[in-house]
């Protein structure tokens, strides 16, 4: 970015032009010299997965900006401080998930958002969304009668969440539902089993739909949804 758009883009902040906050990950601002790098990764058992597609790949309904700061900055930052928690103690050796089963505090709340980040980004492809087929449309039309009201369900519980948290597709007790969680709180912990997940904190959708959390939830779910992830987890909680 040359330096006269930097002072321009300066300007417009200083006078509302422009929100400061979805500029604050911004590769607009990454450029600026000022502005802080992606946090290198932290020594320890936990590592950022890759995302399983390139960070345009889902654009427009989530920009190649928006992973990369919550993909490189946001997740990072939560695998960093997870294995900070872990260093030098037996939970250095222990699975995510008998960490989550067993913690809370600042352990759970990172080991639980690099748990949530990453079944996330599997929860998404470029051009998904849309509708399953096969045993998953089956049994959708059966738990909400339609995936119409699945839909409408769905957007409700993720744009009701007061604050930050998920909203989730999950096998409860044998029979779909859909779920919301606050904060890193996840299905985990409540002996459900997840099938897909929606971030709506707002580092999730900020950047590209600022306050508009129903269009991006709208977005994720007309335009992202990976069902054969969701599919392939439902074959396996049936299976039990
Ligand atoms: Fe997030």
């Keep these: 970015m040359k330096r006269r758009d930097v002072l321009q883009l300066s300007t417009a902040i200083a006078t509302g032009l422009v929100l400061p906050s979805i500029t604050s ?10 502005a802080p790098p992606a ?9 950022l997965p890759p995302l ?10 989530i920009s190649a900006e928006t992973l990369d700061c919550h993909h490189d900055k946001h997740h990072q930052a939560y695998v960093n401080n997870l294995n900070k928690l872990v260093a030098g103690k037996p939970d250095a050796s222990k699975s995510l998930e008998e960490i989550i089963l067993a913690s809370d505090g600042p352990l759970f709340n990172n080991a639980a958002q690099d748990w949530n980040h990453s079944f996330y980004w599997k929860s998404m492809k470029p051009a998904g969304g849309g509708e399953p087929t096969g045993a998953l449309a089956e049994a959708i039309a059966t738990a909400f009668g339609s995936f119409a009201k699945f839909r409408t369900e769905f957007l409700t519980a993720a ?10 597709l999950v096998v409860d007790q044998g029979k779909l539902a859909v779920a919301k969680t606050s904060n890193a709180d996840l299905p985990l912990k409540h002996a459900q089993t997840p099938l897909l997940t929606c971030d709506v904190w ?7 739909y600022h306050n508009l959390r129903a269009k991006y939830v709208e977005a994720f779910v007309d335009k992202l949804i990976d069902w054969d992830f969701a599919a392939a987890n ?7």
């Design 39 to 47: 946090p290198p990764a932290a020594p320890g058992p936990f590592t």
């Design 159 to 168: 744009t009701s969440q007061f604050g930050s948290g998920w909203a989730w």
């Design 52 to 61: 399983p597609y390139a960070k345009e790949a889902l654009a427009p309904a």
């Design 234 to 240: 439902f074959a396996k909680a049936i299976a039990h």
């Design 25 to 34: 990950c911004s590769s607009v601002v990454a450029e600026n010299p000022s």
């Design 202 to 208: 707002e580092h999730a959708y900020y950047i590209d």
